[in-house]
């Protein structure tokens, strides 16, 4: 009886460790966080996906997908925040697709007709 009881309680042990293992720490938070910083940077870029899929200026692009990303990232923020989710490369890409996405339904009327664009599936 006594060594069952060990065994359930060694389980749960290590059911909260590999859990923990997922939780993000505040430096990845704070990484997450930065998203809407460096992310209509990058991708505002001539060579990149929002620039080159959707007919806007260079700062309607920046402007457009910082706000945009800090909306996902304020949707998400208490999901990143369990223990039970995922990493910070999960995160960023769910950030990054939420951003897209978001994107290209506000901007549908302006997105770019192009096999680029169809390739990367922004245009339907």
């Not at 369990?82 to 302006?110: E, Q, S």
Request: glycine residues 4%; charged residues 30%; proline residues 3%.
């Amino acid at each position: 009886m006594a060594l069952a009881w060990l065994s359930r309680l060694f389980f749960v042990f290590l059911f909260l460790i590999s859990q923990a293992s997922f939780a993000l720490i505040e430096s990845e938070r704070e990484e997450l966080r930065q998203i809407p910083d460096w992310m209509p940077y990058q991708g505002c870029q001539e060579t990149k996906l929002l620039k080159q899929c959707f007919k806007w200026t260079q700062e309607e692009c920046e402007i457009m997908t910082e706000r945009v990303s800090q909306s996902c990232l304020n949707m998400h923020d208490s999901q990143f925040r369990d223990p039970r989710t995922g990493n910070l490369d999960f995160w960023k890409d769910k950030i990054k697709d939420c951003t897209i996405r978001d994107v290209r339904a506000k901007m549908r009327g302006r997105i770019v007709d192009s096999m680029i664009c169809r390739n990367k599936g922004v245009y339907p």
